[in-house]
């Protein structure tokens, strides 16, 4: 997985009046907190950082002030519900080579078995535990095939090297369901009748 370089400034201002003043300015408030350090009250590009959480789990290279570099995951990100536009992100301190614990998008490909069967995500993201600076962008699975009935496990799924599963290994992730069949309404197969009579 590639970085992304963001630059970052401290913040001293705090409260709903500093946000919205940061807001405006087409910045993002946030903290960076970590390894047994301080939470850290940053304020990041707003246009930049958009771009960037748009790779799950990215990887984010922070310059903090010019003067420090540290990388970083998304931990949580809150959006405005109707605009879209990032609100606030708390971001975890990692370190290359440190195992952390990230959810990756679950992929399905392939063609269900023939019958109208639906394909249900339990999961749509799988817990696993991956080194900081390689963690997979999704997984994908194969329901070729499948008929209704049939589930994918956690511990059915082929990661990639290094990366271990941080859910129980029988966990449904995927299943597969038999397509409801549409009950006629009461009383149509009499007007039916009729009709051809």
Do not use: C, W
């Amino acid at each position: 997985m590639s970085e992304v370089k963001i630059a970052a400034e401290t913040r001293s201002e705090f409260g709903k009046g500093a946000a919205r003043r940061i807001r405006r300015a087409d910045k993002v408030p946030g903290v960076l907190y970590g390894h047994g350090s301080d939470p850290l009250h940053l304020t990041f590009p707003g246009h930049e950082l958009l771009l960037a959480l748009r790779t799950p789990n990215v990887l984010i290279a922070l310059d903090i002030d010019g003067k420090s570099n540290e990388l970083a995951i998304p931990k949580a990100v809150q959006r405005d519900p109707l605009k879209g536009f990032l609100v606030h992100v708390d971001l975890q301190l990692v370190q290359r080579g440190e195992k952390v614990q990230v959810e990756i998008p679950v992929q399905a490909e392939g063609e269900l078995a023939p019958g109208g069967n639906l394909l249900e995500h339990v999961l749509d993201a799988l817990p696993v535990e991956a080194e900081a600076t390689h963690i997979p962008e999704n997984v994908t699975v194969s329901v070729e095939g499948l008929e209704a009935g049939a589930s994918v496990l956690a511990k059915d799924i082929e990661l990639p090297s290094g990366v271990t599963l941080a859910v129980d290994g029988d966990t449904v992730v995927l299943q597969i369901l038999a397509a409801q069949a549409e009950e006629a309404p009461e009383g149509a197969e009499e007007g039916d009748e009729a009709a051809e009579a």
